[in-house]
């Protein structure tokens, strides 16, 4: 069973944030939702998969934080 976390990424303020978020999530095969208005990231997934996104926004300049 799969869980939808949610993740603010205070840094995301443009479409390229959103592009960028994007792609590194979709490049490590991570089911997610990325919303500019709340500057928000949904996962879908387990713990694990949830820690491996905010590594992998990390990685690219972004804290992500489990709201």
Do not use: P, W, Y
């Not at 490590?28 to 928000?40: F, M, N, P, Q």
């Not at 992998?56 to 804290?63: H, K, N, R, S, V």
């Amino acid at each position: 069973m799969n869980f939808m976390t949610k993740l603010h990424v205070k840094e995301m303020s443009c479409n390229h944030c959103v592009a960028r978020i994007d792609k590194v999530l979709s490049d490590a095969g991570i089911a997610h939702t990325v919303t500019l208005e709340d500057k928000s990231v949904t996962i879908e997934g387990d713990e694990a998969v949830v820690q491996k996104s905010i590594e992998e926004l990390d990685d690219i300049g972004f804290t992500a934080e489990v709201e």
